[in-house]
């Protein structure tokens, strides 16, 4: 499905908002295009109308008096009603004239010797019972248009009062339209992120991951507010145009559709160039939002070793990068937008000069002042939507490229969310030959087989890299084994949802993540079934009483991004206490005591003889002397199991174990002396 389909769909699931809005722009539009046609009447049938046909008539309405006649206009006579004597008005330069016969043709006309010369080509007429009007006797002649030019002065403005009504309602229908449409789009980024494996996030900046979701989103905004609305006002001011100019005159309305083309081949013209600048610049956004995300992150490290200088020239060299391109776009903007638009209006005003100038304008086919002044202004109004066109495009093409890369986000596959609730699994966990890489045809574990029978405490311990943490990657199905099986109470995993194996686990890492909140919403994730109870007693039974009691607001504390005001100890039992209050069949802790000061670690331990009680618990850890208790150990070493046994059962093989064993001891002891 293509970019343009996706977006409509997203468009037509608030269509009628959306349809609403642009037919009140298509009242608007056909409201304000009607201004020239009722400025062509009050010019032709009111203004110039005086030099119709006068006729004598009896007195009445729109007759008027003059030196003991009654005249009335041609188009006054009501069906039926007798006509006397025709008369005629005419102008000569800026003086009007009153001519008591009828004119035998029209033409160039002078005033000699109070006689009217009227030349066309080889004839000549010349009339000489002519009298000038004064200002009173020609106002007189005038007074009858009055109601109707006041009639059709409150018609132009009850358009421009409609025009203006329903150029607000589109206005703020379009706008709350695409308010939903991109609040709907956000939400389905951040729910189908939420569904993306993990390993979609391995080689992919967080920083580029919110580009899209923000940046991207907020340019396809512009597209139904902005983009739309100029397009579809266009399209309608055009074809409105283009049906008033034939109705005007044929001829030139057809010369003047030569700008469509002209405006079409221009347009693809422009998409080759502006498409290739807008993907690079899009995308050196993602790469800058990737750079500052991670700047902010590491600005411990950057500041301690002295990197702000590297930091700043990689910064520069991408801002430059990006500057570059926007400037390369502004300048295809500048070129191809005013300046077409430009010399598209010169071109259609010397088709209008040439052709009412010097075509038309004989004494043949002469045309009214009315239809001049209609062209002309329809012809300006022409080239609005046209500049509204051609300066939109760039937008357009910007929503483009963001729209490819939001549905580029969307395409990948995720998985689907099962909300079905399954009951508490015992937690008898087995892996089974279990083969697994990360890339294809480079296994980190190779034929992994091991039983963990539910309460039991299962450790695996071996060097960086050989595969302790991709054993839990594959129990939490971050990522699925590629060999073998592993089952969870007899079911395989995989005949599960990505939800219900999760459902009964809990995790303890390492470096524990903190979320924006309070402890208590970082120990409950705002999970409705977890009551302040249970928060409490969670915290007190991993010894957080003690740690966290000299907080100003105790469990209620604020805690800002990742924790960075309280301690590393402090995090940790806050991700212990989270663990606790899910109440997991399944217990996971990742190095979960590796940067724990000795203290805080025996307060832990205690707490952990409780957490483990009719849990399986795995532990994966360097630190030996956290793991003596276990019921079973794993040694782990290039993705194998090379060692399994309690620790005493280890210590008397006197293998790998024992080695680290000892190891670790012999340190323990040099820093201790």
């Known amino acids: ?131 000038q009007l004064t200002n009173n006797q020609l106002f007189a002649f005038y007074k009858p248009e009055i109601p109707g030019l006041l009639q059709l002065i409150a018609i132009y403005f009850g358009m421009l009062v ?82 008033a100019l034939f109705l005007l005159e044929v001829k030139l309305a057809f010369i003047c559709m030569v700008i469509l083309p002209i405006l079409a081949v221009w347009s693809i013209i422009y998409r080759k160039f502006a498409s290739e600048y807008n993907h690079k610049i899009r995308s050196l956004v993602s790469d800058l939002n990737a750079m500052i995300n991670e700047s902010i992150q590491g600005m411990t490290i950057i500041q301690a070793f002295r990197r702000k200088n590297e930091t700043k020239k990689e910064f520069e060299e991408l801002n430059e990068s990006h500057f570059h391109y926007q400037n390369k776009l502004l300048s295809l903007n500048s070129l191809m937008s005013h300046n077409m638009v430009g010399f598209l209006r010169n071109l259609a005003f010397v088709a209008l000069i040439w052709y009412f100038g010097g075509a038309s304008l004989t004494a043949n086919t002469a ?59 015992k937690g008898n966990v087995t892996f089974d030959d279990v083969t697994f890489g990360y890339n294809e045809n480079e296994p980190v574990l190779k034929n992994i087989s091991f039983q963990a029978i539910q309460g039991e405490t ?117 991700s212990f206490a989270r663990a606790l209050a899910f109440d997991p069949a399944i217990l996971i802790l990742d190095e979960a005591t590796a940067s724990i000061d000795t203290e805080t670690e025996a307060v832990i331990q205690e707490a952990l003889e409780v957490l483990k009680k009719g849990r399986t618990t795995f532990i994966i850890a360097h630190r030996l002397s956290t793991i003596k208790n276990a019921d079973q150990i794993l040694v782990l070493d290039h993705g194998e199991i090379v060692e399994r046994g309690s620790h005493d059962e280890l210590m008397k093989q006197k293998g790998k174990y024992f080695q680290m064993y000892k190891l670790q001891q012999g340190n323990q002891t040099s820093l201790a002396g």
């Open 162 to 243: 409609i025009s203006s009504f329903f150029h607000y309602g589109q206005h703020y229908y379009l706008q709350v339209t695409a308010n939903r449409i991109i609040q709907k789009m956000r939400q389905d980024v951040f729910e189908h992120i939420q569904r993306l494996p993990i390993k979609y996030f391995d080689n992919l900046p967080a920083g580029k991951v919110v580009a899209r979701i923000t940046n991207d989103t907020e340019a396809i905004r512009e597209l139904y507010v902005a983009v739309l609305a100029t397009f579809f006002t266009s399209a309608i001011y055009i074809t409105g145009i283009f049906i």
């Open 458 to 574: 299962v450790a695996l311990v071996g060097h960086t890299g050989s595969g302790k943490s991709s054993i839990m990657n594959l129990l939490f199905r971050f990522y699925d084994v590629q060999k073998g099986q592993i089952t969870i109470d007899g079911t395989n995993i995989q005949d599960m949802s990505r939800q219900q194996v999760r459902q009964h686990m809990g995790i303890v890492l390492q470096d524990p993540y903190l979320f924006t909140g309070t402890i208590a919403s970082n120990v409950s994730l705002d999970h409705e079934k977890i009551s302040k109870e249970q928060i409490e007693k969670a915290l007190k039974d991993v010894g957080a009483e003690e740690l966290l009691k000299h907080l100003p607001k105790g469990f209620d504390e604020p805690v800002i991004e990742k924790g960075s005001t309280l301690s590393s100890g402090q995090r940790q039992l806050i």
């Open 367 to 425: 045309i009214s002042l009315g239809v001049l002044y209609a062209f002309v202004d329809y012809l300006n109004r022409l080239f609005q939507p046209i500049t509204g066109i051609v300066n939109q495009f760039a937008q357009l093409e910007q929503a483009r490229v963001a729209s490819e890369r939001v549905f580029k986000l969307l395409a990948e596959k995720g998985t689907n969310v099962n909300d079905e609730q399954i009951s508490r699994y």
């Open 1 to 131: 499905m293509g970019t343009g389909r996706k977006l409509l769909n997203y468009a037509l699931q608030y269509k009628r908002t959306l349809i609403a809005a642009l037919l009140m722009l298509a009242v608007a539009v056909g409201a304000e295009l009607m201004g020239p046609l009722i400025a062509k009447k009050m010019i032709d049938d009111h203004i110039l109308g005086i030099e119709s046909r006068w006729y004598e008539a009896k007195e009445g309405p729109k007759a008027v008096n003059y030196q003991d006649s009654w005249y009335k206009r041609s188009d006054h006579f009501s069906p039926g009603e007798e006509k006397g004597d025709v008369a005629r008005i005419i102008q000569v330069e800026r003086e009007y004239y009153f001519i008591p016969q009828d004119l035998s043709f029209d033409g160039e006309r002078k005033v000699n010797n109070g006689k009217i010369i009227i030349e066309r080509g080889e004839e000549i007429a010349v009339y000489n019972n002519v009298n």
